[in-house]
């Protein structure tokens, strides 16, 4: 599967933000899809929020609340709705597929096993 991220820009701190992810050349909703982000200066992409490919949802605790993961399997597309945004939010966001094998647990605890990336989309909190 091949995925392009798209929504990133310039927003207020307190602002909105709707990034969506769109995935080709697969079956979308074998998937699931993941979001990451890379902060600046670290190499590490560190796991925000996943959902599986029954729609469940899982995140981590820096975006709990404030962040929301949703599917259209109609449009193989994959939306990250980022409210209350933060200075510290500054960063390249990503997506990531994973075939899903219908884990039991917290998708989160796959975060090395996503293979499939986006080329990333900048989102830029001003203070």
């Known amino acids: 599967v091949q995925l392009v991220e798209s929504g990133g820009g310039l927003v207020q701190a307190g602002g909105s933000l709707r990034l969506s992810c769109v995935a080709s050349e697969g079956t979308f909703a074998d998937y699931a899809i993941g979001w990451f982000r890379q902060d600046p200066g670290k190499e590490h992409k560190g796991i925000l929020c996943v959902i599986s490919s029954a729609g469940g949802t899982f995140y981590a605790k820096s975006v709990k609340g404030r962040f929301t993961i949703s599917r259209d399997n109609a449009k193989n597309t994959v939306y990250l709705q980022m409210n209350t945004l933060k200075f510290e939010d500054t960063s390249v966001y990503y997506c990531?597929?994973?075939?899903?094998?219908?884990?039991?647990?917290?998708?989160?605890?796959?975060?090395?096993?996503?293979?499939?990336w986006g080329h990333g989309t900048q989102v830029t909190v001003s203070s």
């Open positions: 990531a597929a994973l075939k899903d094998g219908h884990y039991s647990g917290s998708y989160l605890d796959l975060e090395a096993d996503f293979d499939s």
